[in-house]
């Protein structure tokens, strides 16, 4: 069984600092990763995803993945309370054609104003 | 607006009896999903269909069943065979052809069992 690991939180950052979030998988052979915002309640979406060693960067977000260590983490700069909400790491197995998706428990992540 | 649609939101059903939960998308997407998620937890996969007529167990199927017979349509029957039933139920669709396209996820339907 393929896993995806975070650390479920809570995790408390004040307003305007930088949040990071963490995850680890256990299927080398994965390629392709997603961060995903749900808010309580309702259904997640999308923030980004990366396939690709480094950083991708998009507006206040960057993923970072290091596929040796089999980490892939989420930076939240600038943060804002309307930030809080539980982040899910979820990683893509390799079956062709359907993203088969494997998602990690998620992290809470607070930011306190 | 291109999107999915998952209706009921909220379900109260009674222990023994079958319910099924319903999913349309207009995107014209392939490929077609079904998740469970409980209190605190992440996503875990039920039945996911790649194309019309053709759909495969996830990792939690047991006690759960699918049909796709339209391409925009994804049903997911929630049988009396399921031991804990009650979960926040989400249903996703992506383009199949895409290595990285996104799931796009409907609303969800909160199913409470009694």
């Known amino acids: 069984q393929k896993e995806v690991e975070q650390n479920s939180g809570p995790l408390s950052v004040p307003e305007g600092a930088i949040a990071s979030l963490n995850c680890t998988y256990s299927?080398?052979?994965?390629?392709?990763f997603f961060w995903y915002r749900q808010y309580s309640g309702k259904s997640p979406e999308l923030i980004m995803f990366i396939y690709s060693n480094g950083d991708k960067e998009d507006g206040r977000f960057t993923a970072q993945l290091n596929k040796a260590s089999q980490y892939v983490s989420l930076l939240i700069r600038d943060s804002q309370p309307s930030d809080s909400a539980t982040y899910l790491c979820a990683v893509k197995e390799s079956v062709w054609g359907a993203q088969k998706l494997v998602f990690g428990q998620g992290t809470r992540l607070t930011i306190n104003p | 607006d291109g999107g999915i649609t998952q209706s009921p939101k909220y379900l109260f059903r009674k222990e023994g009896q079958n319910v099924t939960l319903s999913c349309e998308q207009n995107?014209?997407?392939?490929?077609m999903y079904w998740y469970r998620q409980d209190p605190g937890q992440g996503l875990r996969l039920i039945y996911y269909s790649q194309i019309v007529n053709d759909f495969q167990k996830g990792d939690i199927a047991e006690g759960y069943s699918v049909s796709r017979e339209k391409k925009e349509s994804f049903p997911l029957t929630v049988t009396s065979a399921q031991k804990n039933p009650t979960a926040f139920y989400l249903c996703a669709s992506s383009d199949r052809q895409g290595a990285n396209s996104p799931l796009h996820f409907g609303n969800g339907t909160r199913l409470t069992v009694t």
């Open positions: 299927d080398r052979g994965s390629q392709s």
């Open positions: 995107l014209n997407h392939d490929a």
